[in-house]
């Protein structure tokens, strides 16, 4: 899924990934093989967060998914892989 601004922000302080901006030249490429998302880089690799069960009422939640994992030392390229959901879930309260 697409994330709002607020969520990529909210995403980044709480996890420390890095956004892949959607005007970037492998957005195509990773829309192709992983689908519609807003995808970020941390040292683990490729994630993107999908929605899950709220905490509490009046909470979005998103679980952060490891897509690839870095190929080399010098993070120059990635190994796709199965989707593994992390243990981070980012929170954010509806009204954003």
Do not use: Y
Request: some cysteine; proline content about 10%.
């Amino acid at each position: 899924m697409r994330l709002t601004e607020d969520l990529v922000e909210k995403t980044v302080s709480q996890c420390g990934a890095q956004a892949i901006p959607q005007g970037h030249p492998a957005i195509p490429q990773l829309n192709e093989l992983f689908g519609d998302h807003t995808f970020f880089l941390d040292d683990t690799g490729l994630v993107i967060v999908e929605p899950t069960q709220s905490p509490r009422r009046g909470v979005w939640a998103g679980q952060v998914v490891k897509l690839a994992a870095w190929s080399d030392p010098d993070r120059t390229g990635l190994s796709p892989h199965r989707p593994e959901p992390t243990d981070v879930v980012i929170v954010m309260p509806m009204e954003h």
